[in-house]
């Protein structure tokens, strides 16, 4: 195991040192009271010395002591079992938590470069495989290491001999574990890392299981599935195979330590040196030394493929995170005017995409950005929402420097609807509501009713109350679309972005929608992206982009009469064939 990793997860177990303390004092009672009873069984076996010489007095007294220990064992063994749920769980809860939280602040260029089920693996799957780990060396570890050193200590006070021969036999039993497990390890990580990747692939498969469908894509989808399914059996194979090796070949050690006890103590018995009670007592206790080894050889094995996945987990709580927002953030008064001043940026450092881009939106105007695909459009959004940060350059907004200010701050001012919606679990009013939870009823109709999406949330079986499935599966495109430009009508931002914001919905439907958005952006900067130039004639200014650069700006009827680039784009939409 790697130091650094079992050093954090100690520092996980830190705020409940109580709850530790109470696992390790109850190991100590039932591990105790365990290693007592082999002793008072002799001293009673040793009080029937043969017949007619029975202590009678001796053996019942013996008797109910046994019974004492016996059931303080259990009581023990209870309130351990308790203690090591609540501390394992309560761990567990806090590095799900730690992941969630991290989630939420890593940069989304780390989120946009990894698949979302090999993070959905780590969270969930991976904490599971750690929990299960975690408890077993809590609820078995803890009493096996204390009943070797007792069972030690009590064989040492018996007959010294054969505890040194116990003593000089145990390392073959821990070198064997050990250079087992130190094997076992790099197959539990492989196999973390491979059950991430069959988790990502199922998630895409699914999620996509319409697309799969429509191409006829469900054998090759299943070949790759298997494919990766076959790699997770032989990491797992080698895994289990290896970790399996532990215990039998520790209880191998463990029956020739029981043996050379049997040997030297049927033969002290002989010479007189110890008596017969005091044999039981001995064979009992290598009986029971030899347990705990066969039950840390299994926790040994758990622990390995604990700490992989916890190996998995801190890799991802270690990932850089976005730059952090400035401690006394600016907040200067919504205007709406956002200049960009010769940004620089690339998601590949090797491949320029946008550079020299300079831009002044003044408050209340429209700007239209339209070029072809891959031109730039969606990263200049990225840029203005500070999803990205640019590589050179400075972005303005209200005439604060962007980096400046708080990115809740900076993102509130914005409302945006993309061509690409998403819609949480839960009730149509929720999700209308989701940027404004405080809304009363009348401004939550009312946004439905700009956006034309009231009639049929109306025709829903629960109307604002009909729950939606993840991602809204059980509505169409449109009606998605819809809830989506709702939800920005609540909240009337200083400024819009419209990313083809109405690519899903109806010819008819639409009119009425970009009469609402006209409606909308009246007095409000507004950034469209739109590939129908149809919807951007009345821009007050368009922007033509070309490989990261604006080759061309101006108003649509200035633009077509230049023959550039913007009057191919739109002539190729709309002159005759």
């Given at each position: 195991m790697k130091k650094p990793t079992v050093r954090r997860i100690l520092e996980l177990i830190s705020p409940y040192r109580l709850l530790a303390a109470a696992s390790i004092f109850c190991a100590l009672i039932s591990s105790a009271a365990q290693l007592a009873i082999p002793i008072l069984c002799g001293y009673a076996i040793d009080a029937m010395i043969g017949e007619g010489q029975v202590f009678t007095g001796t053996v019942l007294r013996m008797a109910v002591i046994i019974a004492a220990v016996t059931a303080a064992a259990a009581?023990?063994?209870?309130?351990?079992?308790?203690?090591?749920?609540?501390?394992?769980?309560?761990?567990?809860?806090?590095?799900?938590?730690?992941?969630?939280?991290?989630?939420?602040?890593?940069?989304?260029?780390?989120?946009?470069?990894?698949?979302?089920?090999?993070?959905?693996?780590?969270?969930?799957?991976?904490?599971?495989?750690?929990?299960?780990?975690?408890?077993?060396?809590?609820?078995?570890?803890?009493?096996?290491?204390?009943?070797?050193?007792?069972?030690?200590?009590?064989?040492?006070?018996?007959?010294?001999?054969?505890?040194?021969?116990?003593?000089?036999?145990t390392p073959l039993s821990i070198f064997t574990a050990r250079f087992i497990a130190t094997r076992a390890h790099k197959y539990f990580v492989e196999q973390a890392d491979v059950?991430?990747?069959?988790?990502?692939?199922?998630?895409?498969?699914?999620?996509?299981?319409?697309?799969?469908?429509?191409?006829?894509?469900?054998?090759?989808?299943?070949?790759?599935?298997?494919k990766v399914n076959e790699e997770l059996g032989k990491a797992s194979l080698k895994a289990t195979f290896?970790?399996?090796?532990?215990?039998?070949?520790?209880?191998?050690?463990?029956?020739?330590?029981?043996?050379?006890?049997?040997?030297?103590?049927?033969?002290?018995?002989?010479?007189?040196s110890i008596t017969v009670g005091q044999l039981s007592s001995l064979l009992s206790y290598a009986s029971q030394y030899a347990k705990p080894f066969?039950?840390?050889?299994?926790?040994?094995?758990?622990?390995?493929?604990?700490?992989?996945?916890?190996?998995?987990?801190?890799?991802?709580?270690?990932?850089?995170?976005?730059?952090?927002?400035?401690?006394?953030?600016?907040?200067?008064?919504?205007?709406?005017?956002?200049e960009l001043h010769d940004v620089y940026f690339s998601y590949d450092k090797e491949r320029p995409l946008i550079e020299h881009l300079s831009l002044k939106a003044q408050p209340g105007q429209r700007i239209a950005i339209v070029g072809p695909?891959?031109?730039?459009?969606?990263?200049?959004?990225?840029?203005?929402?500070?999803?990205?940060?640019?590589?050179?350059?400075?972005?303005?907004?209200?005439?604060?420097?962007?980096?400046?200010?708080?990115?809740?701050?900076?993102?509130?001012?914005?409302?945006?609807?993309l061509q690409d919606t998403w819609l949480c679990t839960g009730t149509i009013r929720e999700n209308i509501a989701y940027g404004k939870p405080d809304a009363s009823e009348e401004e939550i109709v009312a946004a439905a009713k700009a956006a034309h999406a009231h009639s049929f949330i109306r025709r829903l079986p629960e109307g604002y109350d009909t729950v939606i499935r993840e991602n809204g599966a059980d509505l169409s495109a449109g009606q998605r679309q819809l809830l989506c430009i709702a939800r920005v009508m609540l909240c009337l931002p200083p400024m819009l972005i419209l990313d083809e914001a109405t690519s899903s919905i109806d010819t008819r439907t639409e009119a009425r929608i970009q009469a609402a958005f006209a409606r909308m952006m009246e007095g409000r900067t507004s950034f469209i992206v739109a590939h129908r130039l149809s919807t951007i004639r009345e821009a007050d200014l368009i922007l033509v982009m070309k490989d990261g650069k604006i080759v061309e700006q101006g108003r649509h009827q200035e633009l077509l009469e230049n023959g550039g680039l913007y009057a191919t784009l739109y002539n190729s939409q709309f002159a005759p064939a």
């Open positions: 009581v023990a063994q209870q309130v351990l079992a308790v203690c090591n749920n609540k501390l394992t769980y309560r761990i567990c809860r806090d590095m799900r938590e730690s992941v969630s939280g991290k989630i939420h602040r890593l940069p989304l260029s780390y989120l946009d470069g990894h698949q979302s089920g090999d993070l959905v693996s780590r969270m969930v799957a991976d904490v599971d495989t750690f929990a299960d780990g975690l408890l077993m060396g809590f609820t078995q570890l803890f009493t096996g290491v204390i009943s070797i050193l007792g069972t030690i200590i009590i064989m040492l006070w018996l007959n010294g001999l054969i505890a040194l021969a116990v003593v000089l036999l059950r991430g990747e069959e988790t990502a692939l199922v998630n895409e498969a699914i999620g996509g299981q319409r697309v799969v469908r429509a191409f006829g894509h469900e054998e090759r989808t299943l070949e790759e599935f298997d290896f970790s399996s090796l532990t215990n039998p070949s520790t209880r191998m050690v463990n029956n020739i330590v029981y043996a050379a006890v049997i040997l030297i103590g049927a033969l002290s018995a002989v010479s007189g066969n039950e840390i050889s299994g926790v040994v094995t758990e622990l390995q493929n604990a700490v992989a996945c916890a190996e998995r987990i801190f890799e991802l709580l270690d990932q850089k995170e976005e730059t952090p927002d400035r401690a006394d953030p600016v907040s200067p008064a919504p205007e709406g005017r956002v695909t891959g031109c730039g459009k969606t990263t200049l959004i990225n840029l203005l929402m500070r999803f990205y940060d640019p590589d050179r350059g400075e972005i303005f907004v209200d005439g604060a420097d962007s980096r400046d200010m708080a990115r809740h701050d900076l993102r509130g001012r914005y409302g945006m609807v």
